[in-house]
């Protein structure tokens, strides 16, 4: 189906400061792919918001041309200023969007902390994916109940985690689909647009921080060093997912 199938007469008025004829294009096709996404799958589809760069672009996209898709932000209890305040920005710049915050489970929390220590996740691999399993993995389960498919702002360049990703693929471990919009897009496509658009994003990215989780688990990292090095940052790459996104 074209394009011009899913985009209203006025639909480029988000667009009109992108100059670069290449990222129109690119923009545009994201935009497809989300009209594709919300006309397949309805109230079945929620995008998982981590309020990362790649994110602040789909959130703007979304606001824009979708804004019934539903989507969700896990708040850990432990991530930085600096994302809480963009949280507030998005719901107050954009009020029609329909932006759910999804918590750890107090009791499961405190339980956690209580026997392994609030900063346990230090201490080993096991204990670290544990903590994400408390604060991450359950919320994410109740924030994709019920839902045939979600979006995210995954990226094959992102870390060597993620360089077999497809725009659309199964996912078996949440059994529902998971769709990247901007699965072959690079970070300098992203920041090109996100700056041509004028969106709002968080800031400890102009801090060198291209990758932003939790507070205690996420530094800046030097310039030309992986994007990923700076989450989890005793650990081996390979290891550097928190069970979000399982292949």
């Known amino acids: 189906m074209s394009l011009d199938a899913f985009l209203e007469p006025d639909a480029g008025d988000l667009l009109d400061g992108v100059t670069d004829a290449a990222l129109k294009q690119k923009l545009l096709a994201v935009v497809e ?52 305040t963009l949280l507030d920005r998005v719901r107050q710049k954009w009020p029609q969007l329909r932006l759910q915050a999804y918590y750890p489970d107090a009791a499961a929390l405190q339980s956690w902390v209580t026997e392994q220590g609030v900063n346990a996740f230090y201490r080993s691999q096991e204990l670290r994916k544990a903590c994400c399993g408390v604060r991450k993995l359950e919320p994410l389960k109740r924030a994709l109940a019920g839902r045939a ?13 993620r360089d077999q990703l497809q725009y659309s693929e199964r996912d078996e471990a949440n059994g529902l689909q998971k769709i990247s919009p901007l699965f072959d897009w690079s970070e300098a496509e992203v920041w090109e647009a996100i700056h041509a658009l004028k969106l709002p994003y968080n800031r400890l990215h102009d801090q060198d921080y291209p990758s932003i989780g939790c507070a205690p688990c996420t530094r800046a990292v030097n310039p030309g060093d992986d994007p990923r090095s700076g989450r989890w940052w005793w650990e081996n790459p390979e290891t550097r997912e928190c069970g979000l996104h399982q292949r």
């Open 33 to 84: 792919r989300l009209q594709q996404a919300a006309a397949e799958y309805g109230e079945g589809l929620t995008f998982a918001n981590s309020l990362g760069a790649e994110d602040a672009l789909l959130t703007g996209l979304i606001a824009e041309y979708q804004p019934d898709i539903q989507q969700f932000v896990l708040d850990t209890g432990r991530l930085p200023e600096e994302t809480l």
């Open 149 to 161: 498919a979600w979006i995210t702002g995954l990226r094959r360049e992102q870390s060597v985690t």
